[in-house]
């Protein structure tokens, strides 16, 4: 069911709740992204699961947040324990895709007691600069094609190399998940004035998140990693397996920034974990 909830401070976050009866996965997407970008997940998902996704503030239908300062992972974090609270849900699984997995970091140093899992989809305490300048050059900006069809076509060249088996057909159906139809053209599902921190903080030093990751000690953790992906790179993956070696690590092919989470590969590494959780 699709279902709303106030924040604490004053603005209405939409979510999708399936309502079953089993172990809490609270899925919380990419900076752009929304609570669609779990389908793929949700249409394989594993027995004994309820399904809880969170659309971000600043991202549709979630309100925007009229100062854009507030566009932050502490902000965020607070947004995601706040549904928990709304829901009734004394401790979820998270699993947190790109931007989402760094408010589970942030969370096990905040929140640590509502983590009972944690699934970090191609994400780490270290970012790599050169995907992280690729994300901040297409954020808020609105695109330039005017149809789906078009916005498949610039997908496919552009991410050809890392999602090689992808198709157009693939690519419009994600289009049509990421991009709102206008009367002149496509416009963007979310506020772009998501920008605004993102390049304020690339004039920042880079924070040391490792202790966030460290936090997560004694927490079941599992890591998906795409084998082309441009943010999480195979050297900080395996710098995050010889600090725990327990985390469940799964390498998924033909696949960049970021999996869907419905290739086998993931699929494995969640049961593992929802495994462990469950002991």
């Given at each position: 069911?699709?279902?709303?909830?106030?924040?604490?401070?004053?603005?209405?976050?939409?979510?999708e709740d399936d309502g079953g009866a089993g172990t809490p996965l609270l899925c919380l997407a990419g900076l752009t992204r929304n609570a669609r970008d779990f389908d793929d997940l949700a249409a394989v998902r594993p027995d004994g699961v309820r399904m809880v996704r969170l659309t971000a503030r600043g991202r549709e239908p979630s309100d925007y947040d009229p100062d854009p300062a507030h566009y932050q992972l502490p902000v965020e974090a607070r947004d995601a324990v706040e549904l928990l609270d709304h829901l009734r849900i004394d401790r979820a699984v998270i699993v947190g895709t790109s931007r989402g997995g760094l408010?589970?970091?942030?969370?096990?140093?905040?929140?640590?007691?509502?983590?009972?899992?944690?699934?970090l989809n191609d994400i780490g305490p270290e970012i790599n600069p050169a995907g992280l300048q690729r994300i901040?050059?297409?954020?808020?900006?609105?695109?330039?094609?005017?149809?789906?069809d078009e916005a498949a076509a610039a997908l496919l060249l552009q991410n050809r190399a890392a999602f090689p088996k992808m198709r157009h057909a693939d690519w419009r159906r994600l289009a049509e998940r990421w991009f709102r139809i206008e009367a002149d053209g496509l416009g963007l599902r979310y506020d772009p004035?998501?920008?605004?921190?993102?390049?304020?903080?690339?004039?920042?030093?880079?924070?040391?998140?490792?202790p966030l990751f460290d936090a997560l000690a004694g927490v079941p953790l599992a890591c998906v990693r795409g084998?082309?992906?441009?943010?999480?790179?195979?050297?900080?993956?395996?710098?995050m397996q010889a600090r725990r070696p327990d985390m469940i690590a799964a390498i998924v092919p033909d696949r960049g920034h970021v999996p869907f989470l419905d290739e086998p590969e993931a699929l494995r590494a969640l049961q593992q974990l929802l495994a462990k959780v469950r002991g």
């Open positions: 069911m699709s279902g709303r909830f106030t924040t604490s401070d004053g603005l209405s976050l939409a979510y408010i589970a970091l942030l969370l096990a140093a905040t929140a640590k007691p509502r983590l009972a899992g944690v699934l901040a050059d297409y954020v808020g900006v609105t695109p330039a094609v005017r149809t789906l004035a998501l920008a605004q921190p993102l390049r304020a903080g690339g004039a920042q030093p880079v924070p040391d998140m490792w084998a082309h992906s441009d943010i999480l790179s195979a050297a900080t993956l395996a710098a």
